[in-house]
Structure formats: structure tokens, C-alpha cells
């Protein structure tokens, strides 16, 4: 038998022990196996005379002073003078939140603003001045300046498997924080991320714990460092199991068991304590351990977890901080009062906006005796002991080394590095691989020229969305990486393959992926398919399109995860997976024509930090390794022969096993449906991915008003005011065929709160095409809601058969018409047959349907 024969698998399996022999060559450090939390030691040592300084400090203030230092709130929401008056010991910008509220502030609009805060928190009456640190989330670069390098994202970061290049990411990303006078990082992130549902999951470097571990601790020593003038205070997140969550969702259950989350989920916690870090974030998840039969309830208000596991056992001597109004997800709890996160162990809470009722409630609840003075005193010292760690005592933000200087946002060569070393190649059939400089090149795909793509999100705005090329100023897109590495009049671009004949050419270069997304609106729903033809049809129709020529394809699949392509690999002469880039598309052209731009000869290097699927709908968890295509480890260089056989596609696979729902809008809109404003008759308007704005429709006499709002959780609810008569609505691209739903007993599900009720109708329909559907009469039912209170709508799909509904094919599955005065917020809309303690049907009756 020949070389080539012999490198030719016939089987997924023969392609994962390929990829197991791989992996093998990492020579990654085990992780120990614990039976308990470990006693973790950290770079410093204790310090009796700084313990000595926080005591006398604490002791000298007042309850007042003490419940303002643990408090965080955020920049859109607070003013300098308001630091002052009510002690606040931190500030935050969220995602897609800036100086003056302006995208494209300086450098110098930050570093002034930062001194406002400072100089406010220095000039109380306060026997000692404790300075206000700020957080941001610079998680892959200072990623909510305008014009700061970004680095590629965690995921890619774990594919080059270098943890030199983490260290030193993280020291350029703490230049520079420092430089727009930030003093605090939200990072890293050490989710050991087990499935790629989750929206996150590329904020996780690996799902191997080893990985993260030692990550953690190069990350943290980056950023932190030893406190010197250029680093920010670090933060290990989100403590604990976040990346363990049933399905895949986001603020969802972990459901292991104890061994599991200690030895796989906590091993980034001991790399990051190893390294000293001076903060952890409380996870918005919640941990269910059935097999030792402990439910631990949400993270932010487990003491078994914050105090006895991380404080005590681990020896954390820093202090916790919950996320973005976690505390309201208590059990009896609001985002302006939570007890039982502060005695649970959290010291500083993120109360973004009601801060001031937070201050006053939790003063009411020390005083009567609901929160230990003691546990305020610990909280309160472990946030001044931090503070005087990094330094903050001494100096204003502008009067540190470097404070001002836009140099210090900027390390293009690192992260163009970082991008070589991230690139995986899955693919290189006939050594397509690497290009030849003078080329003739196609270049086609959405991907290819837009930098919002690329950076994926975190970037600038909370989800990525609402940015252009524009906004990405000292950037490179992968389109002008190949321009510059080929010649520009050897590259064409077409991004639709529109009046071009690709036979002209002697490639054809497809950039295709994800668009951006974050937490909760990147989750994809349990009944989808992972399959990147369902999610982006375009993509897979154009790659299908311009593989007919017969020229040689090369795929650059831009996204933050793995998913389902193998009928994109079977069109593709080579494939690689660039993951999120970043900024610097032009590290993808360095190993695609293996020649940086140094001149040196570049390979590729990265190999696969997670599985990849083989198989439409994987195992829940990563432990089923007959579903994988490829395993960790996997990744082809240079002049390696391996050539990829035609892989089965799967198209008879429409939905996953788990379809006893169906998703509408979950913070956004759900594939295949999108959500519309509409006027009384049949004109539509998209409503799109802006989180901050508000929207008016049709214009001169707006109709309907639309806002983003919080029902159950940051950002996830659409408050819509109606000014004339009119409708909201979700459409799908397709009908969808709700028959096996309905036998189920499904029903029309969504949260909703009234913020000011109708006098007429409020028509909640189902449509299945222009003349076919059936409303019911939520009138009478939302008169008996208290206003400002979140309720919890269930209407049986039988109520809308009998209305005439043809379930069988469903375009629009959720309906609101209304007329003027009415305004209510709606969030979580789903259809479910999902059977739950707190489900509670309408009676066909009570909706007018009899």
C-alpha cells in the first residue's frame, strides 16, 4: 500500500485516534486529583503589618462609609460628586458604556474622567481616604476603547497552547487599562467550558482543565503582576461552574457532581490564587450536586462555596464581587437588596443602577441585626487590603507612568503573533496549502472585510453588535491581510460571489463564520441543531456556489466556537478555524502564504482546545467521544499529507432530541425568527440588535415605541409603548410545524410586565401565513396584573387551533396587537411543553375561546 493510501481514514473514529496521537504530544501538566477544596498558596505570603494598616482603617469608619466601599456602581449612573457624598469604594463601565456615553472617546476622556472618580473618593470626610478603584471588562485587550488592539479571544488563545503568550497579553492589556486610568480588570474568565451551546463558550480557553490552570496563572501574572505602575488588579471569574451548565445555558444549573466541580471547574480558581489574584466574580449559575443530594443554589448566595470553599479551604484572602445584579436573582431578593449574598460572602455587590437603595437597605438590615457587623467589617477590610496591594493609595490615575499615552492601547505585533499561533487547519486535501505569492485569489464571504466580525463580542459593545469597520480604527481586516501578503491587484473581493467568474481565478479564499454575540443571546437552544448551515443558510449557500467552479476552495471559518460543518469541509480543498482574531486579520495571511510579515517562514501551530462535533446533535456534555469529529489536539501543519475523506452530512436531522420547546426571544430574537413592529394593517419593521437605544416607529406619528429593558436578567426584555394602534411580533424565515408541540400539550409562554394597562383589546395571535391565523383576548387577564410586577403567560396552542390556526404551519408564532394607552415589557417568549412546578395555563375561557 502507498504513502497516501495510507494516510487516507475511512471512519470518524480513525480521524479521532489521529487526533488523540496529537494531543498526546502537548505534555500538558496533569491536574492533581482532590477529594477536597486544596489549600492553594500564593505568590505573597501573609503581611502582618499591612493586616495591622486595614484594621486601623476599618475600625475608624463609619456604617455608612463601610456599606459604601462595598458598593459598585456604574459610570452611566453615578456622578464624581455622588462618589464622594456616599463613599463608594468602586465604579464599573459595562459593556458598550463609555465616557460621556460617547463610542469614540479619547484616551484622554477616560483618563479624566478616571481622575474625577479618583480625586471625588479622595476628598470625603473620611479619616482616611480610601480611593474608588473601576472595573471594565478588557477581556481580550482593553476591549471598550476605540482604537485598542484586540487579541483574539480566550478560545483561540487555548489553540495555541502557549502560555508565554498569555503572560504577555495579559501585561498588554493591563498597559493598557492603565494608560485610560482603569484600575481594575474583569479577567480572566476560567469557565472549563463542556459544551459549545453556551454563548460564552469562547470566553473559555479549553474544555481540559490542566489548560486552564496554567492559563489562569499566566494570565493573572500579566495582568497583576507584582503591582507595579502598569498593572491592574485582576479578576478570576465566574466562580464557580459557569462552563458546567445542563444544555449549555447561560446563568443555567450545573449539574456534576462534587469531584467534577472541584477538579475540573475549580482548577482555574488554583492557578489564579497561585498567581496571587486580588478579586473573584460570583457565576450567575446555580450547582445542583444530586449525586451527594446538595442543592447549592445560585453561586452569589452560597456560603459553602464563596466562604467555606474559597475563603477558607482555598485561602482567597481577596474579595468577592457579585455580577451585574446577580443578587436579584435570589430568592427573595431584589437588585437593591440581598442579605443573604452579603452573609453568603460576597463583599462588593454590582448594583449598576440602584445603588442608592442598595446603600440604604443594606444599612437597615446591619442595623437590625439581618447582617453581622463582623461580616461587614471582613468584607470592607478584604476590599482595603486590595486596594493598598496595588497601590492605589498613592497616586492619582494621570500621575502613573504611561497615564494618557495611546501608544500603550497598541500592540499589533503581539496580537498578529497571537493570531498565527491560534489558527487551527482542520483541512489541507491535495496541499492546497499554502498559497503561492502572485496568485490569482477570489475572495468572497461576509466574514472577510468586516473587523466587528472578527473581534466577535466584548468589542466596544456588549454583544459586538452595532459597530462597523469604522469603529475599529488601527485594525486589519482578513480581506487586507491577503491584499498586503499577495498584492492588491492579485486579490479580488467579491463578498456574494456576484459577477464574477471564479474559473478566472487560481483560488477561491471563502472567510464565512458567526456574527457576534455574548452571554445569554450566543446560547444556542437545546432543540437546534449545531449544523452552521441551519443558523447561516447564506454561507453554506455561497461556499456551495462557488465550489462548483472546480478551483480550489480554502474555508477561513471566523467563529467563536466549534460547530457542525462537515458540508462545509466536504466543499473545502482546506479549512481553517481563525476562531475570533481580533484585530489583526493579517495573521491569517501570514500562515496561509506561511510567510509573516518579518519575512519568516510561518506554519501553522494550533491545535484544537476543545472537540469538534461530527454529528448534527453531539452529546450533552464532551464525554461522548464517538460524536466527535475531531478531539482535542487536533491540527494539521506543514507539510503534513493527510487528506480529509467526504464526511457525512446528516441532512435528515431537523431539530435535537430535546424538542420539547421551541424558543422565540431569549434577549434577542431566536433562529429562524426575528422580531418586527408592525402597524395596524400589514406594514413591518425589523427591530434590530441595539440594546441601548430607543426606537420609534413609523416616524413623524410613531405608533409603537420600543426599549430594551430588564425583566429576569440584564438586557433580555423589549418594552414596547403603544401610541396608536399597532403590533409586535416575532417571524420566522420558514413556517414551523407546532403539531407534536401541541400534542405534547404545549403552550405559548412569555414574562411579561405591564407598565401601563389598556382600555381595549390586547390581542395575542398566531399566524400561518397571510390569510390564515387566530388571536385570543389578553385584555381581562393583564387588567388583574399589579402594574410594575413581572407575571408569567401560558396560553395552550389548543386555544389558538380552535381559533382557526393551522399549527402545522406556524410563520408567526407570537403576536401582541394592541391600541393606544398601553405599554408592557415582554421577555422569554417561547412555545414549551415543558411541565414545571410554577406552569400555570390559561383556561381557553378566560381568553375569550370557547
Request: hydrophobic share 45%; glycine share 10%; proline share 6%.
Amino acid at each position: 500500500m502507498n504513502e497516501r493510501r495510507r494516510n487516507r481514514p475511512t471512519a470518524m473514529a480513525a480521524l479521532a485516534c489521529l487526533a488523540c496521537a496529537q494531543a498526546a504530544g502537548q505534555h500538558l501538566p496533569p491536574t492533581a486529583h482532590y477529594a477536597d477544596w486544596p489549600a492553594v498558596k500564593g505568590a505573597r505570603g501573609g503581611d502582618p503589618a499591612l493586616d495591622a494598616r486595614v484594621r486601623r482603617i476599618v475600625s475608624g469608619m463609619t456604617l455608612a462609609q463601610k456599606i459604601g466601599q462595598m458598593t459598585q456602581a456604574e459610570i452611566k449612573s453615578i456622578t464624581p460628586d455622588e462618589v464622594r457624598r456616599y463613599y463608594i469604594g468602586s465604579v464599573l463601565n459595562g459593556g458598550g458604556s463609555w465616557p460621556n456615553r460617547d463610542k469614540h472617546a479619547s484616551i484622554e476622556d477616560w483618563l479624566a474622567l478616571a481622575d474625577s472618580y479618583y480625586d471625588a473618593s479622595m476628598h470625603t470626610d473620611m479619616a482616611v481616604k480610601i480611593p474608588v478603584v473601576w472595573g471594565t471588562d478588557a477581556v481580550h485587550g482593553h476591549s471598550n476603547v476605540y482604537g485598542a488592539t484586540l487579541f483574539p479571544h480566550n478560545v483561540g488563545l487555548g489553540a495555541a497552547h502557549d502560555a508565554q503568550l498569555v503572560r504577555e497579553i495579559g501585561a498588554a492589556t493591563a498597559k493598557a487599562v492603565r494608560a485610560t486610568g482603569v484600575t481594575w480588570a474583569f479577567a480572566p474568565t476560567l469557565a472549563v467550558a463542556q459544551n459549545v451551546r453556551w454563548g460564552r463558550s469562547y470566553e473559555s480557553f479549553s474544555s481540559q482543565p490542566s489548560l486552564v490552570r496554567e492559563y489562569a496563572r499566566a494570565f493573572v501574572e500579566g495582568l497583576q503582576g507584582d503591582f507595579g505602575p502598569h498593572n491592574v488588579m485582576a479578576t478570576a471569574k465566574h466562580f464557580v461552574g459557569d462552563g458546567a451548565t445542563r444544555q449549555g445555558t447561560d446563568q443555567g444549573e450545573a449539574r456534576v457532581d462534587r469531584s467534577t466541580m472541584i477538579n475540573v471547574h475549580g482548577a482555574g480558581y488554583y492557578g489564579a490564587l497561585e498567581a496571587g489574584v486580588l478579586s473573584v466574580m460570583a457565576s450567575y449559575n446555580s450547582w445542583n450536586d444530586a449525586a451527594g443530594g446538595v442543592d447549592y443554589g445560585k453561586m452569589s448566595g452560597a456560603p459553602a462555596l464563596l466562604t467555606d470553599a474559597l475563603k477558607r479551604k482555598m485561602g482567597f484572602d481577596g474579595f468577592v464581587v457579585s455580577d451585574w445584579n446577580a443578587i436579584g436573582q435570589l430568592p427573595g431578593c431584589s437588585n437593591a437588596s440581598c442579605p443573604q449574598a452579603i452573609n453568603a460572602g460576597i463583599d462588593m455587590v454590582m448594583v449598576p443602577d440602584d445603588w442608592k437603595a442598595f446603600i440604604a437597605n443594606t444599612m437597615r438590615q446591619v442595623q437590625d441585626g439581618e447582617i453581622p457587623m463582623a461580616r461587614i467589617d471582613d468584607a470592607v477590610g478584604r476590599i482595603v487590603r486590595a486596594k493598598l496591594r496595588m497601590g492605589l493609595f498613592d497616586r492619582r490615575p494621570s500621575q502613573l507612568p504611561g497615564a494618557g499615552d495611546a501608544r500603550l492601547l497598541q500592540d499589533r505585533a503581539l496580537a498578529r503573533r497571537a493570531v498565527r499561533e491560534s489558527l487551527v487547519l482542520l483541512k489541507n486535501n491535495r496541499d492546497v496549502l499554502p498559497l503561492k505569492r502572485g496568485m490569482k485569489l477570489l475572495v468572497v464571504g461576509t466574514r472577510a472585510d468586516s473587523l466587528p466580525d472578527q473581534a466577535g463580542g466584548w468589542s466596544l459593545t456588549w454583544q459586538g453588535t452595532d459597530n462597523t469597520n469604522a469603529d475599529f480604527p488601527n485594525a486589519q481586516s482578513i480581506l487586507d491581510g491577503l491584499r498586503d501578503a499577495d498584492g492588491a491587484a492579485n486579490v479580488a473581493f467579491s463578498e456574494n460571489a456576484q459577477g464574477v467568474d471564479a474559473k478566472d481565478y487560481d483560488a477561491i479564499v471563502a472567510v464565512i463564520g458567526e456574527t457576534p454575540y455574548a452571554e445569554m443571546m450566543g446560547d444556542i437552544a437545546p432543540s437546534s441543531t449545531l449544523r452552521f448551515g441551519d443558523r447561516y443558510p447564506g454561507d453554506a449557500a455561497l461556499l456551495k456556489k462557488v465550489a462548483q467552479s472546480g478551483k480550489p476552495v480554502v474555508t477561513v471559518f471566523v467563529a467563536g466556537r466549534p460547530l457542525f460543518v462537515n458540508p462545509v469541509l466536504n466543499l473545502s480543498d482546506a479549512f481553517v478555524m481563525a476562531w475570533l482574531p481580533g484585530s489583526e486579520g493579517g495573521g491569517v495571511a501570514d500562515v496561509l502564504f506561511a510567510a509573516g510579515a518579518d519575512g519568516r517562514r510561518a506554519n501553522f501551530t494550533g491545535t484544537l482546545p476543545r472537540p469538534w462535533p461530527g454529528v448534527p446533535c453531539p452529546d450533552a456534555d464532551e464525554a461522548g467521544a464517538s460524536r466527535w469529529l475531531f478531539a482535542p489536539g487536533y491540527g494539521l501543519r506543514y507539510p503534513t499529507r493527510h487528506d480529509l475523506p467526504a464526511l457525512p452530512e446528516h441532512d435528515e436531522v431537523k431539530a435535537c432530541a430535546d424538542a420539547s420547546s421551541m424558543p422565540v426571544f431569549h434577549t434577542l430574537a431566536v433562529a429562524p425568527f426575528a422580531l418586527y413592529l408592525a402597524d395596524a394593517a400589514q406594514g413591518e419593521r425589523a427591530v434590530g440588535s441595539d440594546l441601548n437605544g430607543e426606537i420609534a416607529w413609523p416616524g413623524d406619528r410613531p405608533l409603537l415605541r420600543l426599549r430594551t429593558v430588564q425583566v429576569n436578567t440584564q438586557q433580555d426584555a423589549k418594552a414596547v409603548t403603544w401610541l396608536g394602534p399597532g403590533r409586535f411580533l416575532a417571524r420566522g424565515a420558514q413556517p414551523a410545524d407546532l403539531t407534536r408541540l401541541a400534542a405534547a400539550h404545549a403552550a405559548l409562554q412569555f414574562d411579561v410586565v405591564v407598565d401601563a394597562p389598556a382600555r381595549g383589546p390586547v390581542k395575542l395571535a398566531m399566524r400561518c401565513g397571510s390569510r390564515c391565523g387566530g388571536d385570543v383576548d389578553l385584555g381581562p387577564v393583564l387588567a388583574g396584573y399589579a402594574a410594575g410586577t413581572r407575571q408569567s403567560v401560558s396560553v395552550p396552542l389548543e386555544c389558538f387551533a380552535r381559533r382557526g390556526v393551522d399549527l402545522a404551519h406556524v410563520d408567526v408564532p407570537f403576536e401582541i396587537a394592541a391600541d393606544a394607552p398601553f405599554a408592557a415589557a415582554f421577555a422569554d417568549i417561547r412555545v414549551s411543553a415543558v411541565a414545571t412546578a410554577n406552569r400555570r395555563d390559561l383556561s381557553c375561557a378566560s381568553v375569550g375561546v370557547r
